[in-house]
């Protein structure tokens, strides 16, 4: 179990994140399309996990703004933002942003990426939502970094995160 805040508060997570060198666990999400992905599906590709509680907030969405002006540059990547919200939030959101280079998925059907990569919140306000958190995977499918956000309302480390990928 990780231990964050939220406005100072302290609340906790159901897990850690996967070590840096293990192999990403294999998730199912959603797409704003409705349809079903699976970490298989973007197999050769590396990855940035942009994980959030909630596109609604001011600090998720300037992930995903910041997240798809980096996309747009980086060669076989690909940007997977994820959250709880429903797909058509996700895809509103999106499309009355303009932002086309990253791809938004929902944890909504069952919970299990959360489960998996223990980042459901356990307590506190924000209970059953994700942790804010950047994972990213290489093309070999392996974790080679993360940042769990210490206190949710802060942005991540986009240049460490995505200096990783050089």
Do not use: W
Request: proline letters at 4%; charged letters at 20%; hydrophobic letters at 40%.
């Amino acid at each position: 179990m990780a231990t964050v805040t939220l406005g100072g508060d302290t609340v906790h997570t159901s897990g850690t994140l996967p070590s840096i060198g293990s192999t990403a666990p294999n998730f199912k999400l959603t797409a704003t399309d409705l349809s079903s992905v699976s970490l298989n599906d973007y197999a050769g590709h590396n990855l940035v996990l942009n994980v959030f509680p909630s596109v609604d907030t001011g600090t998720c969405a300037q992930s995903i703004r910041e997240f798809n002006k980096a996309a747009s540059t980086l060669e076989n990547t690909k940007v997977l933002c994820i959250a709880r919200d429903l797909p058509f939030a996700m895809a509103r959101f999106c499309g009355a942003e303009g932002l086309d280079n990253v791809v938004s998925l929902s944890d909504f059907r069952d919970g299990n990426f959360g489960k998996s990569y223990g980042l459901d919140f356990t307590d506190g306000a924000f209970e059953a939502l994700l942790s804010r958190c950047v994972i990213i995977v290489n093309t070999e499918g392996k974790v080679v970094y993360t940042e769990q956000v210490p206190e949710i309302a802060d942005e991540p480390n986009y240049k460490v995160a995505l200096d990783t990928l050089k």
